[in-house]
């Protein structure tokens, strides 16, 4: 099943798109509600999390692809959760960086709260499966060492277009990244060094993992540069295709005092 994030009227709330015109509200407690046209909706980024959890470094073709020994831990790092946006929604380029990459993701959408969670219970904490975009200011990255500029940026994390909830294993899941039609990343969730199940489980030994909180988890080989005007998919068997544009910041930059 597919979930979406809808805005209608005043009202925010999970639905099912069905028949590709109408959304049908999933809201607790209520069995017998009318389904919405479509066009009268706005579709949302899927989650607003406490937390973006990202973890570098884990498909074995992308560590041979940058000559890096595979690590012995998962290696982990955050995005604020200022930096989502949804499907069709822009990435901005920041004036401050000339080396913008795309890292298409397997992202997963927590659904329970936990903590020092087993890798054989971590399917009871998994409300579902996303496609995401880990962007990220390479150049920056390279010059400040830490990520938190680098992945931070508003808009470096497209994420849905929805959430997939009916993956029972996504050890096998094909995943692309396709650059203006053109595909840039193709790889196997298989080449995962750490499985999303055992993602959790580190991570929730280290910090409690709370609904609507994003884990992702990790790129296959292929990453490479944005440009303006691109447009850019990450695309995941049985999951779905997360499209945005590319565009430059027209913003006006004050000068720092």
Known sequence: MKVFRIKHNDAIFYATHEDGNVFKPLIAGQHELETIPADKCIILPIVVPSKIICVGLNYKEHAKELNMDMPKEPMIFFKPPSAIIGNRDNIVLPSMSEHVDYEGELAVVIGQTGKNITPENAHKHIFGYTCANDVTARDLQKKDKLFARAKGFDTFAPIGPSIETSIPDPSSLTLRTIVNGKVRQEGKTSDMIYTPAELISFISRIMTIAPGDIILT????????????????????????????????????????
Do not use: Y
Not at 221 to 249: C, F, H, R, W, Y
């Open 218 to 257: 990790g790129t296959p080989p292929g990453i490479g540069p944005l440009t303006a005007g691109d447009e850019v998919q990450v695309d995941i068997e049985g999951v779905g295709i997360l499209t945005n544009s590319v565009v430059k910041d027209e913003s006006i930059q004050t000068p720092v005092q």
